[in-house]
């Protein structure tokens, strides 16, 4: 505490010595004063301290110190960019396509013995009648199934199902 006391004390006393100093201006001329100074006003005027802030205020906005040229930076014009419109592309859909029609398959016979199961197919309306096997290809439909009452044939995920008598026919010796 007693430290900081003199510590205090000291600086005041080299404060108080240091304004008493004379300082010698006269190796300057008047206007070279004024200059050093920042205080030269034109004709011999004199300055006040708020008109010497005033003045200083606008100088750095006439001559700003962060630009090269020292000059202040003009307004870009307003540039408007051309709205251009974007042609909307016409997307033609194609329809879906049509189911393919059933095949004219009429199963007319099943025979399962030990020989194995086969069924006896005709193709079209006057179409020859086949015995074909479990696994067989006619045109284009795999006969995956044969059973006592039908077959079942299978092209991609189509599936067709054909029986032994169509449903509400009489059966015919």
Do not use: C, H
């Not at 006896?120 to 045109?139: A, K, Y």
């Amino acid at each position: 505490m007693v430290l900081t006391l003199a510590a205090i004390a000291s600086a005041v006393a080299l404060a108080r010595q240091i304004s008493s100093m004379p300082v010698d201006i006269a190796a300057l001329g008047p206007a070279q004063v004024g200059d050093q100074l920042g205080d030269a006003m034109p004709d011999g005027a004199t300055r006040t301290p708020q008109s010497s802030r005033a003045e200083a205020a606008s100088q750095v906005r006439e001559r700003p110190l962060f630009v090269r040229s020292r000059r202040p930076p003009q307004p870009r014009p307003a540039v408007e960019e051309p709205v251009v419109a974007e042609p909307t592309p016409v997307v033609e859909v194609a329809p879906p396509p049509e189911p393919a029609p059933p095949p004219d398959f009429l199963l007319v016979g099943v025979r399962i013995d030990t020989d194995g199961k086969r069924a006896l197919v005709r193709i079209g309306p006057s179409g020859v009648s086949e015995w074909q096997r479990e696994g067989d290809n006619l045109e284009g439909w795999k006969l995956e199934t044969i059973q006592t009452s039908g077959v079942i044939m299978k092209r991609g995920s189509e599936t067709l199902r054909l029986t032994l008598y169509r449903q509400g026919e009489p059966s015919q010796p």
